[in-house]
């Protein structure tokens, strides 16, 4: 994984609560057996009408949203079916961080694995970034701060462990390996 | 004295290779890693590229269910998969199990099925143990006491390699079910009645405890419909305290420890249930006598009404309206006598053996209504045999649904099972999400005697007005 310290970007907003990844990425595209290509897929039914067209009134599909790598939706994103192909399909189609006020469990565990920040914020900050959308906003991961166009910063949680692999683009199978003598102690031991 | 502790907890603490502090979580060692063709191959490539092997393959378990066909030509008469690339996935899990030593139940093996009815079924699935797999509906083991829960494909590739996982310790919610369930209320409608309580997020980062004298009067199956709908809720795993009723489900089946061994494992066993006095973060009570046969009008489970009500008033909700027009209902019509189009009785949910039991009663001597189209998928390839061996296929074929092959089917669109878009379907699964049965296609989750008996009369029908 790349190293993720700081991100700076408009916010392209999805307002639905409860966004589950079957809508992320419908089932019948999860017969692949590689993790590239699904950003072209991503959100597929909402996104593109009956005849495969891309629909304009969609937000990702509005003219100026091209580039906005934060993606800004309603609470409990990610809920549902614990398909990693989801956050693979956003960071395929250049979404590195999502903001909502909930973040689904195995949701959020995909993402931090595959460098997708989640960020999860108060009511309030939520509230103003959904009735903005295309702010200007600047994710710290060191900080674990989440920037405002007005300057004002407010903290997001994120675990410690998680913030040191996104800062230094570790993943956590190289520390799981690191651990095989305690396993192998476990195992003779049980 | 040390505190007391609560059944997950006990579970917990059994497989901290190390526990978690500050900077790092804990190391959690896992006993049975299952394993399907959706979610591995991306794993596997990952050994492939880091040069690893899998740690113990003898804790790890394939089989293929979700993007296989259910349709007998294609399982065993030599047609094709009918969709390439599910005929590559499952090609590819084949190729994957072979190269790493990992046992697979293969498509035409008499024990697949559904990795969440077979873990069970073939008593792999015991009190204690830790269980993971590449699948949400994992939750389902937490049924016998076990501590199970769905992980992503990187976490795959984890245990594969390590037979561990990083993880921090969730919190716990006791969810006390007492009373008695009313005549024709099944286990799927109490859990859809906990999960429109506790909505869809309200058990995100717990472990459910399912307790109580209702839960205790459960049967093994009634047990696992209940905790496979944890997720549903947002809780990662559900579980239900090792009992009598555990015991004898997993006594003589075949990969449950035999004879001496079974009974060393029962004194293991007895001691999981938690301790008097232990301590949830949260505690949530329901009455099971006053919860009637529950049917879903939304997009998300959490959106589920008694079957003789109404669909509520969204009160200016614009997500509540988007899913009303999706599933093309108003604000105060009732959900009853509305027509469907599909009667789907399969799923990890509801496709075991007593499932297609309840469903066969209700439609015994009765008929399909004209241009319904029902599945019945077997949860396995041994509760197909077994429901044969009744004769309960008869049943279903004379009333005139399919009776199919083992497999996830229509619970999710992608092996060739659908609904149509615009159609209703009623459904035994588990997600009624958009687009989740078939883009377009609007599904209603109930039980299976309220699938059947709608079947019958080809619209929304309470199941009591036909026994």
């Known amino acids: 994984m790349e190293p993720f310290t700081t991100l700076r970007s408009r916010t392209v907003v999805l307002p639905a609560a409860n966004i589950d990844t079957d809508q992320i990425i419908p089932a019948r595209f999860l017969t692949t057996t590689t993790r590239t290509g699904l950003g072209k897929n991503l959100f597929a039914d909402w996104r593109y009408d009956a005849s495969g067209m891309p629909r304009a009134d969609f937000a990702l599909n509005r003219a100026g949203t091209q580039g906005c790598s934060i993606l800004v939706t309603g609470r409990n994103f990610g809920c549902g079916s614990s398909r990693e192909h989801a956050p693979w399909a956003l960071l395929d189609f250049g979404v590195r961080a999502v903001v909502s006020t909930q973040i689904a469990d195995i949701f959020r565990s995909n993402a931090l694995k595959n460098g997708l920040l989640p960020v999860v914020v108060d009511e309030a900050t939520s509230a103003w970034l959904i009735g903005n959308p295309g702010a200007d906003i600047t994710l710290d991961v060191a900080a674990g701060t989440l920037t405002l166009p007005s300057g004002a910063a407010v903290e997001f949680p994120l675990e410690a462990f998680a913030r040191h692999c996104l800062l230094h683009g570790v993943d956590e199978l190289g520390y799981l390996l690191s651990r095989a003598e305690a396993i192998s102690a476990f195992e003779n031991h049980r | ?467």
Not at chain 2, 82 to 98: G, K, T, Y
Not at chain 2, 138 to 144: D, M, V
Not at chain 2, 196 to 207: E, K, W
Not at chain 2, 380 to 405: D, N, P
Request: aromatic share 4%; proline share 5%.
């Open chain 2, 1 to 467: 004295m040390a505190h007391p502790q609560t059944l997950f907890e006990k579970v917990w603490n059994a497989h901290e290779v190390s526990p978690e502090s500050a900077a790092t979580p804990a190391v959690l060692y896992i006993d049975l890693h299952l394993i399907h063709e959706v979610t591995s191959p991306q794993a596997f490539a990952l050994l492939r590229e880091r040069g690893l092997a899998v740690r113990r393959p003898e804790r790890a378990l394939a089989t293929m269910d979700h993007s296989t066909p259910t349709l007998t030509a294609q399982v065993f008469g030599g047609a094709p998969i009918a969709i390439d690339s599910a005929a590559r996935q499952v090609r590819e899990l084949e190729a994957n199990c072979a190269e790493f030593g990992v046992e697979l139940l293969g498509m035409r093996h008499a024990q697949r099925g559904i990795v969440h009815v077979i873990g069970p079924e073939l008593g792999l699935t015991q009190p204690g143990k830790t269980i993971v797999c590449g699948d949400s509906h994992t939750s389902t083991h937490g049924a016998l006491g076990a501590l199970a829960f769905g992980i992503g494909t990187t976490e795959v590739a984890h245990v594969l390699a390590t037979q561990c996982l990083l993880q921090r310790k969730p919190r716990t919610l006791a969810v006390n079910v007492h009373g008695t369930l009313r005549a024709g209320v099944t286990a799927k409608d109490l859990i859809l009645a906990i999960i429109g309580r506790l909505g869809i997020a309200g058990g995100t980062g717990h472990v459910i405890e399912y307790r109580g004298e209702t839960i205790r009067a459960l049967d093994m199956e009634e047990r696992l419909t209940v905790c496979n709908m944890s997720i549903e809720a947002g809780a990662r795993a559900g579980m239900i305290a090792p009992d009598e009723t555990t015991f004898a489900y997993l006594a003589r089946r075949p990969r449950a420890p035999q004879g001496a061994a079974f009974e060393h494992a029962l004194d293991a066993w007895r001691k999981l249930p938690g301790d008097g006095g232990a301590r949830f973060d949260r505690e949530v009570d329901f009455d099971a006598a006053t919860i009637e046969p529950m049917i879903t009008y939304g997009t998300n489970p959490g959106m589920v009404i008694p079957i003789g009500g109404s669909v509520p008033e969204h009160g200016g909700d614009a997500a509540f309206a988007q899913a009303l027009a999706y599933m093309g209902l108003t604000p105060g019509e009732a959900i009853k006598d509305r027509p469907v189009n599909v009667v789907f009785i399969g799923s990890c949910t509801n496709a075991r053996l007593s499932d297609l039991r309840s469903a066969a009663a209700v439609l015994r001597g009765r008929h399909v209504a004209p241009g319904i189209t029902m599945l019945v998928v077997p949860g396995s390839q041994e509760v197909k045999r077994q429901a044969e061996a009744e004769g309960l296929h008869q049943v279903f074929l004379e009333a005139g649904a399919q009776w199919r092959e083992s497999g996830c089917s229509m619970c999710l669109g992608m092996n060739g099972d659908l609904v149509g878009a615009g159609q209703y379907a009623i459904s035994t699964s588990n997600r009624n999400f958009e687009g989740r049965q078939g883009k377009g296609a609007r599904t209603l989750l109930a039980s299976p005697v309220t699938a059947a008996a709608s079947a019958v009369r080809g619209r929304v029908t309470d199941p009591r007005e036909l026994t």
